[in-house]
């Protein structure tokens, strides 16, 4: 018989070619199935205060212990002046669980450490009014944190900072202790439940 002729496995060839390119076209094709969303602010929870020595003598020459807020008081600077061996500042700044029905759970980490090697130590301590220990915080080690503590409606808890800072060769009484590393930071996080690691 003259003309094309095909071999009879030749049908099956042609339909599986043609799924292979189907699934080629496929793979450039994206579907886009939208979701909104929305935001209602509300006002913070837990905010800082001043601690009850704040704005007090500081050691050295016309200096102030400094705690400074910002206006929605959800972020706080402190200005302190150790000197050398230990030095201990007592209610340097508070926090403040204002929501009247809610517990929080608050943690603290260190997001910047105090690394110098005239530091020995650098700690926070977070108390309750009535000066029981509820955290230690090691100022020194990068990422450190507490444990979730609980924070019960108006409530205020307080937080005391200390420094150890050596004395040696080069060192007089007539000179400040000499750091390379001044600053440290730390986060407060809270949450409504205590129970998830915080990312």
């Known amino acids: 018989m ?38 209602v602010t509300t006002t913070p929870a837990i905010i800082f205060q001043p ?16 705690v400074s807020l910002s206006p929605s008081q959800t972020s706080a600077s402190v200005l302190l002046h150790p000197t050398y061996q230990k030095t201990y500042y007592k209610d340097i700044l508070e926090v403040n ?8 759970y608050i943690l603290l980490r260190v997001t910047d450490p ?20 509820l955290a230690t915080l090691d100022l020194t080690v990068a ?33 400040a202790p000499s750091l390379t590393d001044t600053q440290f930071a730390i986060d407060l996080i809270y949450s409504t439940s205590g129970t998830e690691a915080a990312p």
Not at 51 to 66: E, R, S, V, Y
Not at 115 to 127: I, N
């Open 143 to 175: 990422g450190t944190e507490t444990v979730w503590i609980p924070i019960p409606a108006n409530t205020v808890y307080i937080i005391d900072f200390s420094f150890v800072i050596s004395d040696g060769a080069g060192d007089s009484p007539n000179t």
């Open 51 to 66: 601690g009850a020595n704040a704005g007090q003598a500081d050691l050295g020459n016309n200096n102030t212990i400094t």
């Open 2 to 39: 003259s003309g094309l002729r095909l071999d009879k496995n030749a049908k099956k060839i042609v339909p599986i070619a043609i799924v292979m390119f189907a699934g080629i076209v496929l793979a450039s094709v994206f579907v886009y199935n939208p979701i909104t969303g929305r935001l």
């Open 114 to 133: 105090l690394d110098d090697a005239k530091v020995v130590e650098a700690f926070a301590y977070l108390k309750d009014t009535g000066g029981t220990l």
């Open 97 to 104: 669980n204002t929501d009247a029905n809610t517990t929080y």
